[in-house]
Structure formats: structure tokens, C-alpha cells
């Protein structure tokens, strides 16, 4: 039997530091598994704009630079038709000598494929594409036209 001014055993008084650290194991634990999904998951942040991805985006020229307009003309299901219109830089249609395009997720610069466009008589290109899953897509465009002007533009699908 003990007194009033006795003190209680010594083991009711183990659960304090055992709680303790029982949290501060559960919060490192959390954040090791939640670390390990991060690194498996997110492939990254691809930096800068779509359109600096592709070759030569950063070329600086002294000449008037022509602009590219882009725009969806279709969508037909899971199908995109898209043109592309070279601008003088007075606004007037160019001719473009080469143009490339890259279909590219934002964040993942292992999707990016490359897109097939055509010269057409009009002086415009067209591209048929279906992008390769859901999501968010973006197609990156520069030409080049006969005097080295370049030009560079970017849509979001």
C-alpha cells in the first residue's frame, strides 16, 4: 500500500518519452515514403518557354524579325489539324523556307515528339496530330525564312 506523499511507480510514467518519440518516428517516416513517391512521380519541371526547346530559339539577328502565326483549324475527336502562317515584318505572308515542330508536355521533356508539317501553295504548313495521351500539350514551332530570319511560336492543345 502506499502513502499520500509516496510517488507513483516508475513504469506508469514511461508512455511520456516513448509518445515522444513515437511522433517524431511517424513524421520522419511520413516524409521518407512521401520523398520516395515524389522521385517516382514527377518527372520534373521543364524550365523556360515550349517554344526555347527547339534548336536555334535563341539566335539573335539584326534584321526586322518575321513573326509565326499558329492556330487549330480542326479538331475532330482526338485530332488536331494545325496551320502555320509565316508574317513579314510588316504583317504581310512570308514563305518559309524550313519550319520545325515539336509536340511536347510542359513537364516532361522525355514525350516530346517531333511533328510532321507540309508546305502547302498558299505559303501556309499543316500538320495532323493526335497527341498520345491526356493532359496538357504543347506545340512548340520555329521557321526560318530566306533572308535567316527566325521565328518562334508555341500552342497550348
Excluded: C
Excluded at 86 to 95: A, C, H, I, Q, S
Amino acid at each position: 500500500m502506499s502513502r499520500a506523499g509516496d510517488a507513483a511507480p516508475a513504469s506508469r510514467d514511461l508512455w511520456i518519452p516513448w509518445t515522444i518519440i513515437g511522433g517524431f518516428v511517424a513524421f520522419l517516416g511520413s516524409a521518407v515514403v512521401l520523398s520516395i513517391i515524389a522521385v517516382q512521380s514527377d518527372p520534373g519541371l521543364v524550365t523556360g518557354s515550349p517554344a526555347s526547346k527547339v534548336a536555334g530559339a535563341y539566335i539573335m539577328s539584326t534584321a526586322p524579325a518575321p513573326a509565326l502565326d499558329l492556330r487549330i483549324t480542326r479538331r475532330r475527336g482526338d485530332e488536331i489539324e494545325i496551320e502555320a502562317r509565316l508574317l513579314r515584318p510588316d504583317g504581310t505572308p512570308g514563305l518559309a523556307e524550313a519550319l520545325v515542330a515539336v509536340l511536347q508536355r510542359p513537364t516532361d521533356a522525355g514525350a516530346d515528339r517531333a511533328v510532321p508539317f507540309t508546305p502547302q501553295s498558299n505559303g501556309t504548313w499543316h500538320a495532323t496530330l493526335r497527341p498520345p495521351g491526356p493532359g496538357a500539350w504543347d506545340v512548340a514551332v520555329q521557321a526560318r525564312d530566306a533572308a535567316g530570319g527566325i521565328a518562334a511560336a508555341s500552342l497550348r492543345l
